[in-house]
């Protein structure tokens, strides 16, 4: 009779760890298929941030392309303008010049 009982909680016991078994397996169907969705979202992620990147990289490297050509032309006309000062004074000391030679009206 005490052989019947551990035997009748031994199987119990085996039918049960039948069962986890089953629904670990179960569970691990489940846990594999919702890694393989966060991979696939993560792939899309990757992809749209590089996108992203290599756009905002254009758009810097375009700015920056026009940033220079400005800084360019700013310094082209900042030379010239440094060229005329020497003219811009000596007219402007003829004038002087000629003010004091002319009677004031």
């Keep these: 009779m005490k052989e019947d009982v551990t035997l009748a909680v031994l199987k119990d016991i085996r039918s049960s760890v039948r069962e986890t078994n089953v629904r670990l397996e179960q569970l691990d169907v489940r846990v594999n298929a919702r890694i393989d969705e966060t991979n696939a979202s993560l792939g899309v992620l990757r992809e749209e941030l590089s996108r992203r990147i290599v756009e905002s990289e254009i758009r810097t490297a375009t700015a920056i392309t026009e940033l220079a ?15 005329l000062r020497p003219r811009v004074e000596k007219c402007e000391s003829e004038i002087a010049d000629l003010k004091r030679r002319v009677p004031a009206a």
Excluded: N, P
């Design 69 to 83: 050509g400005t800084v360019r032309d700013v310094a082209t006309l900042l030379r010239e303008q440094h060229d």
